[in-house]
């Protein structure tokens, strides 16, 4: 019995191969690197190979792709001159994310999302979607969104978490010009510093390094979460800090701080400090008694 063995298929050829001469060889890839598209240069190259009379296989060899990309390429050129080797997205129309996208993109990012009637307190690409298409601007897809988010230059980041004040509008802008006004027309012989406290964490910081394989390095931490605070106020005239550091943040670490500032300032009479509602801040009475400034 006879088997019936299929021939394959030999690829298309194309026909005749282009005549292109060595000028116009090079004027077509420099036409592929200025389109900016990286298929498009690489039609390019394999039509000037072709053309430069290189077989189908071995343009397609040396440029690290399938034959059937040359045999493409070749016909498209045929066809439709250096047109046809242009990126078909090229003839799809305007473009969608354009200037008045990205403008009305910047505008929606200025506000939160629940400004603009959404639940949600963080935008998503496909929430920024929904918002630019009800606010007039075209539907378009997440990933579009993301190309869209990174040509204007936003970021995704860590929103900063604030405490609202509970005084009213009014009383918070006259309070903080009232604080503003004492700090530029602070005297010598009553300084006027910023104080506040911070947490130092001891323990080593642990990132991503260079290791060999199979080998992985230790680091050895205490066990315990340990911390040291440091207490500071900086003078609003002069710029000199006085610091502290301590082992808790109690009422003693404030008490330090402001004994260390009387003996910065020896000339001083009375010291205004500016800070915040702590509860350890809340010892002026001690601080007045065992040092003596009011």
Excluded at 11 to 27: I, N
Excluded at 82 to 107: H, I, Q, T
Excluded at 255 to 268: E, G, M, Q, T, W
Aim: charged share 30%; glycine share 8%.
């Amino acid at each position: 019995m006879r088997k019936n063995r299929r021939k394959k298929r030999a690829l298309p050829q194309g026909g005749q191969q282009p005549c292109l001469g060595c000028c116009d060889r090079r004027r077509l890839t420099r036409w592929g690197e200025k389109t900016g598209c990286p298929p498009t240069l690489w039609r390019c190259l394999a039509v000037a190979k072709v053309a430069a009379g290189q077989s189908r296989a071995q343009a397609a060899r040396e440029l690290l792709c399938a034959t059937s990309t040359v045999v493409s390429a070749v016909l498209r050129y045929r066809e439709r001159g250096r047109a046809g080797l242009r990126d078909g997205r090229a003839f799809n129309g305007p473009r969608k994310v354009d200037a008045r996208f990205r403008k009305n993109l910047c505008r929606v990012l200025e506000g939160t999302p629940q400004q603009s009637g959404w639940r949600r307190t963080t935008w998503t690409r496909e929430l920024l979607a929904r918002e630019v298409e009800r606010r007039g601007r075209v539907r378009v897809s997440p990933a579009t969104m993301g190309r869209a988010l990174i040509s204007v230059g936003a970021r995704r980041k860590w929103p900063r978490s604030v405490v609202r004040c509970p005084c009213p509008s009014c009383r918070r802008r006259q309070r903080l010009w009232q604080l503003k006004c004492w700090a530029t027309y602070a005297r010598p012989q009553e300084p006027v510093l910023y104080e506040d406290e911070m947490d130092v964490h001891r323990n080593p910081k642990i990132g991503l390094d260079w290791m060999l394989p199979g080998q992985r390095r230790e680091v050895v931490t205490p066990g315990n979460n340990r911390k040291q605070y440091v207490a500071g106020a900086l003078d609003a005239h002069t710029g000199r800090l006085t610091w502290v550091k301590g082992q808790r943040k109690t009422s003693a670490l404030f008490i330090d701080l402001v004994r260390a500032v009387a003996a910065a300032s020896p000339k001083a009479k009375r010291l205004h400090f500016i800070l915040d509602n702590a509860a350890t801040h809340s010892s002026c009475c001690r601080v007045r008694d065992r040092s003596g400034i009011n």
